[in-house]
């Protein structure tokens, strides 16, 4: 996985490190359990505006649909 990083030109020694460290363990599950506690078990999930869930793989007509309705309700 490291090497992938490093043939996109993404710095490896971090990714290794962070990697070995667990530096953003917690905050993963943090947001693991909130994002669980909404109901969401199941990927792909996207998650527009942190409300609103579209899940499963949709075409991108549902996408279209859902982007328009989300934007009607923006203040």
């Known amino acids: ?13 971090r ?3 962070v990697l070995t460290s667990g ?3 917690q905050d993963v599950r943090e947001q693991q359990a ?3 506690g909404l109901g969401i078990s199941s990927v792909p999930a996207v998650i527009v ?3 609103h ?4 793989a949709q ?3 549902v996408f279209a649909q859902a982007l ?7 203040p």
Do not use: D, T, Y
């Open 23 to 25: 530096e953003f363990a």
């Open 68 to 74: 328009q309705q989300i934007a009607k309700e923006a």
């Open 59 to 61: 075409p991108a007509e």
């Open 34 to 36: 909130h994002f669980q």
């Open 49 to 51: 505006n942190h409300r």
């Open 1 to 13: 996985m490291v090497q992938a990083l490093g043939s996109a030109a993404l710095p490896v020694e």
């Open 15 to 17: 990714a290794r490190a």
């Open 53 to 56: 869930l579209i899940s499963g």
